[in-house]
């Protein structure tokens, strides 16, 4: 319990000024990032698998595996 005597303790947040995100639009399921910072490897290794699709007609089989927040959906 607070002691009037004793100055008010500090506030750990102020809600009415924090802001968490600059932006909160990218949390958006729908949301596309201008670019994918940190993934031109993946992005290359996809497209070459699919590149023959488009240049033969017969794609490649692709099974795109790796841990939690690796970019599997975003590749």
Known sequence: MWNP????P???FDFKTVETFKDS???ETDYIPDSLVGRDE???AVAEIFFLLF????P???FIYGPPGSGKTVS
């Open 55 to 58: 240049r033969h007609g017969k």
């Open 25 to 27: 639009c990218v949390l």
């Open 60 to 62: 490649g089989h692709a």
């Open 42 to 44: 993946e992005i290359k």
């Open 10 to 12: 500090n506030k750990l």
């Open 5 to 8: 005597t004793l100055p008010p």
